[in-house]
Every structure is written in structure tokens, then in C-alpha cells.
């Protein structure tokens, strides 16, 4: 009925398909893979791989697609090495106990995708079937998937023999419609490759697709929040006062927003019920968390751990956050927030920018990248990654730039950079911006409150600062003043734009108008 003999999966044990939470979990724990703590929530230890790994994630480089793949940022590998080490793959799973998530991936009906998760481990299909969108009975019995992905973290490459360049590895293949994850058991290779799929099939069907989370105010108000992990996305859409659509990925199509996905993925380092209550509620039992450090005795989390990594994750269905929209679909956005933590310390904590700028700031995808979100980052790092997503986008970046511009324009949506970083000085020396500041900031946005306050053009980023926002103190709202040293803030300023200036040298095809509303420098 499965039809896995066409995957070559023909000697397996036992396949357990789409069992539900309790039986999952209790395979889990029959496994050994993890443990139940005290808020009910299952923990996982993901052994050497506590974060993505960019160097090992490939396209197969097949003539269907080649003119398609942006090759500067995707690795090839060929066809012949990939069916090898496929080939081998599928004979380290004979014999062995399957279980299959069959679901699919966009909310929208008219645009979504059916994807069959097969692991070797019991929680990576819990994990599979809280963050993808589960399927009725109904879809069930007749269910067809158009793309497979296979997930066996024990078996492990060999790069002399394989291609690759570790023992983990992460390969797409479009024409096959095949993806192989082997040698890491981070969840967040199996969430975002399948992202990296949406972002090669949407755009061919007219719909954008992003890397942000969405969510609606009481009037039926759309807002996005673009940004890398770490900048605030998952918290900031997590809002009390909005009801929150999804909190990752999304497509924006002629009929409005839609979710990729049915769950969340967020991080947890720090969390706090104080600060963000609704990702604390979230987090019990049917969620999985990942290198989360506990006491053994007494089974309580330590979220302020680093032990492990700084990258502990909480995987859980949408569901779990109040009032989320169970459709996953939202109207055209009114406001888009560009999220960014700048290390510098130098740019505004929000600046309202025009339709070219923010073209120019979503090409750049400037941030930091935070510790633990990618294997050796153990500190904050100044980085650019395209679109706020470089690592999941297997197509050039105007052709995701350019629907965004075209979109921005017909629909009149507002966009501000919101800066979640550091003020008073760089990393180190300067502190976080206050998260009820940073609140207050995007509230004011999404409400309409900064139409009416006056702007002040910053001369080295040509960004426009409000002079004030509600329940913000206004000296903060200009980051040079919060440095004691000013002369040392204009210093460290250029510099960073000096870095944006450098960085937008590599887009060719980008007309002048959107080159000159980057920093001057």
C-alpha cells in the first residue's frame, strides 16, 4: 500500500506510519532515544551536530535543473554519487524499523506540497508530524506523496568514497524528488530542507516564498517578521495582542499569506514565562526539545544552560500557542519587520524604510549570527545571508528580491528595519536592547502610530529614524546616542557600512535605484 519498493525499501522489520503523539512517545522512550521531563515535553541529546551544517548540504546536479541553481550558493554534487550513496543508504535500512510521517507542507490548498518523512528514529517522526501539516483520516487513505524525504542519523558517509565533506549529509535531488539526511540527527536539517524545496517549487507557481513568521491583529491585519535565528522572530510574532499564523516560513501568493508549515521550531536558551509565556506554555507533553540541559533526579530544565549548546530548540504544533489562525491564511500584509541583531551596535533599533530599501536590506540579510545556531559559531559574528535565508534558497536572489518589490508596491505594504541587537556599543561593551522596548517598537508599527511622528535621515545608513515612539525613551531611538564615544560610534558606523557597501558589489542585475538606498558610507 506504501509502495516503497519504488524507494528500493523492500526488507524493512516493522513501518509504523503516522502513529499518534502517545504512541510515538512511547516508542521513544522504549528506544531510548530521549527522556520525559517534568513539564512533559520529550528531550533529546542530538550527539556532535547541535545546529545546522551548511558545508554538508548539497544539490544534486541533474540537467533538468541545472540553469535553475543558484551554484554560488548551493554545493553540487552528481547524479552518480548521489545514487551510490543512496543505494548504500538503502541498504543500511533493511531490516530495520521505519516510521513514516505522511503529510504535506503549505497551508493553502491551491499551493501545497504532500511529503512522506520516513526515519529511523521514533521522536524525528514525532518531530516530523508536530512541525509539517498533518493530514485527515481522509487524506490519509488515498495519500500520494509528490517528494520523499529519508532521515537515518546512525548511518554515516564517507567523504573519500561519497563526495561529501563529512560523514553527515544533507541532499536534495528535484528531478528524483528525493531528500537523504544521514550522520546528524538535529531536527532542523529535516525542517529546513523541506524549506529549501518550497523555496525552489513556489516561486515557479508565481508565489513568494520567505523565511519569516506571520501573524494577524484583531482587525484581520497581516504583519511579517523577517529574520535569521536569534533575531527575535518566533518571539516577536508571539504576540498576546495578534494571533499568530506561523512562525518560520510562509509563501505570499494573489491570494494572501499561507504557512508552510503546522508547528514551530524555537529556540529556548533563556526562556523565560516572564518574557515569552506563550513558547513556555507551549513546551509539555507532545513538544520535543532538543539538547535542553536537565537534572537528572528531578527531570527539571535548566533553559539557561549552555551546556550542550546555545542552540536549544523546542519543537511543538501550532496549536499549542492560543488563538493561532488553524487555517494558516492570512491577507496581504499591511507591515513587514525586517529583524536584525547587529553586533555593531551602530544601526537604529527601527527605521522605516521605502520600497527600494527595502529591497537593498532584504538582499543584504544582514544580522549576527548568534552562538550554537551553526556548528563553531561560539560567538556573535557580523554576517549577510540573502534574503534573510541564503542557506535554503536554491534559486537566484533577484527572483525572490524582485516579487517582494513588486508585491511590496501592489499591495502598499510598510516595511521597518528593527534592529534586536546591541545599543550604547558593540558586543561586549554595549548591551541588548530591552525586548519591551523592542516590543513597543513593532506595536507602534503594526498600529500606524509612526505615520504620524517626525523622521530624521541617519547620514551613513540613509535610514529614516522616528523622533519618537510610544512608550520608548526617544534618546534610544537614535543609536549615536547611546554611545559615550561618538567619535568611536562614527568610526565603527562606516565600517559596517563600508561591509554593507562590499557585500551588495556581487548582486549585478540590481538597477541603481535600489544600490543607492544602501548606506553611503
Excluded at 46 to 75: A, C, L, M, Q
Excluded at 386 to 411: H, W
Amino acid at each position: 500500500m506504501l509502495n516503497l519498493e519504488r524507494l528500493g525499501l523492500i526488507n524493512f522489520k516493522n513501518v509504523y506510519r503516522n502513529l499518534p503523539v502517545a504512541k510515538l512517545i512511547e516508542e521513544a522512550v522504549k528506544r531510548e532515544e530521549g527522556v520525559l521531563v517534568n513539564n512533559g515535553a520529550f528531550n533529546v541529546y542530538t550527539g556532535k551536530y547541535t545546529g545546522r551544517s551548511p558545508n554538508d548540504k548539497f544539490i544534486v546536479d541533474e540537467p533538468e535543473v541545472h540553469e535553475d541553481i543558484w551554484w554560488e550558493n548551493n554545493k553540487p554534487i552528481s547524479v552518480e554519487k548521489f545514487e551510490k550513496l543512496y543505494n548504500r543508504l538503502i541498504a543500511y535500512l533493511q531490516n530495520r524499523d521505519l516510521f513514516i510521517f505522511d503529510g504535506f507542507v503549505g497551508a493553502d490548498h491551491q499551493y501545497r506540497v504532500s511529503i512522506r518523512v520516513i526515519t529511523e528514529y521514533a521522536y524525528q517522526s514525532l518531530m516530523a508530524r508536530q512541525l509539517f501539516i498533518r493530514p485527515t483520516e481522509k487524506e490519509l487513505q488515498n495519500f500520494v506523496p509528490e517528494y520523499t524525504l529519508i532521515a537515518a542519523p546512525r548511518f554515516k558517509a564517507i567523504p573519500e568514497i561519497d563526495g561529501v565533506n563529512s560523514e553527515a549529509f544533507i541532499i536534495l535531488s528535484f528531478t528524483k524528488k528525493l531528500i537523504i539526511i544521514g550522520g546528524t540527527q538535529y531536527g532542523g536539517e529535516i525542517k529546513k530542507s523541506i524549506f529549501t524545496l518550497m523555496n525552489y517549487l513556489m516561486p515557479k507557481k508565481g508565489v513568494l516564498s520567505m523565511h519569516c513568521s506571520a501573524n494577524i491583529g484583531k482587525d484581520g491585519d497581516t504583519a511579517l517578521f523577517f529574520g535569521l535565528s536569534g533575531t527575535g522572530k518566533t518571539t516577536l510574532s508571539a504576540d498576546p495582542e495578534r494571533f499568530l499564523i506561523g512562525d518560520d516560513e510562509h509563501g505570499w501568493s494573489e491570494r494572501g499569506i499561507f504557512n508552510f508549515e503546522g508547528g514551530c521550531y524555537a529556540k529556548c536558551i533563556n526562556l523565560s514565562r516572564e518574557k515569552e509565556p506563550q513558547i513556555w506554555d507551549s513546551i509539555r507533553f507532545g513538544a520535543i526539545l532538543e539538547n535542553v540541559v536537565y537534572d537528572e533526579a528531578t527531570r527539571e530544565l535548566d533553559y539557561t544552560s549552555d551546556k550542550i549548546t546555545e542552540n536549544t530548540r523546542a519543537a511543538y504544533p501550532i496549536d499549542f500557542i492560543p488563538g493561532a489562525v488553524q487555517s494558516g491564511i492570512g491577507e496581504h500584509p499591511k507591515t513587514i519587520i525586517f529583524l536584525t541583531a547587529d553586533a555593531f551596535g551602530v544601526l537604529p533599533p527601527i527605521a522605516k524604510l521605502t520600497k527600494e530599501q527595502a529591497m537593498y536590506y532584504f538582499l543584504s540579510g544582514y544580522t549576527s549570527k548568534l552562538a550554537g545556531t551553526e556548528r563553531g559559531i561560539t560567538e556573535p559574528q557580523a554576517t549577510f545571508s540573502t534574503c534573510f535565508g541564503a542557506p535554503f534558497l536554491p534559486l537566484p536572489p533577484m527572483v525572490y528580491a524582485k516579487m517582494l518589490g513588486e508585491k511590496i508596491e501592489k499591495y502598499d505594504t510598510k516595511v521597518f528595519l528593527v534592529n534586536t541587537g546591541w545599543s550604547g556599543g558593540p558586543y561586549g561593551i554595549g548591551k541588548r536592547i530591552n525586548l519591551e522596548y523592542t516590543r513597543k517598537m513593532v506595536s507602534a508599527a503594526l498600529k500606524g502610530e509612526l505615520d504620524k511622528v517626525e523622521f530624521t535621515k541617519d547620514p551613513i545608513f540613509n535610514l529614516n529614524i522616528p523622533a519618537s515612539c510610544p512608550g520608548v525613551p526617544s534618546e534610544i531611538l537614535n543609536p549615536r546616542n547611546t554611545w559615550k564615544d561618538k567619535e568611536e560610534y562614527d568610526k565603527t558606523a562606516k565600517r559596517l557600512a563600508q561591509r554593507f557597501i562590499e557585500n551588495f558589489q556581487k548582486y549585478k542585475d540590481v538597477s541603481e535605484e535600489i544600490k543607492n538606498a544602501g548606506p553611503k558610507g
